[in-house]
Nanobody, 122 residues
Framework: VQLQASGGGLVQAGGSLRLSCTAP????????LGWFRQAPGKEREFVAS???????LYADSVKGRFTISREINKNTWYLQMNSLKPEDTAVYFC?????????????????WGRGTQVTVSS
């Protein structure tokens, strides 16, 4: 299953973007879902996760600025990004986990999207 992420783009610092992720042909209503990002020259890092009951987990660097949510009936999850900073510039990947509990460990995710570029200018 290839997840499809969208919504990236170029935005000025302080602006907002909303990323979306869909999973054609597969239902993840009982799975934890997440977002990761990878900046140039850096390793992929955890951004946010949402469990099947709606509980959420965030990286400290985005806490208070980003919000992860899901629409089970649409099989879609989102990352609302506010107060964007240049250091948020990265390729953002959506992912679906094997289990149902929110998790920051990339090894717990077995489905990944191709990524969408987010660029924040200063």
């Amino acid at each position: 299953v290839q997840l499809q992420a969208s919504g990236g783009g170029l935005v000025q610092a302080g602006g907002s973007l909303r990323l979306s992720c869909t999973a054609p042909g597969r239902t993840f209503s009982n799975n934890a879902l997440g977002w990761f990002r990878q900046a140039p020259g850096k390793e992929r890092e955890f951004v946010a996760s949402i469990g099947w009951k709606g509980e959420t987990l965030y990286a400290d660097s985005v806490k208070g600025r980003f919000t992860i949510s899901r629409e089970i009936n649409k099989n879609t999850w989102y990352l609302q990004m506010n107060s964007l900073k240049p250091e948020d510039t990265a390729v953002y990947f959506c992912a679906a986990a094997r289990g149902s509990i929110m998790t920051s460990r990339s090894s717990n995710y077995n489905y990944w999207g191709r990524g969408t570029q987010v660029t924040v200018s200063s």
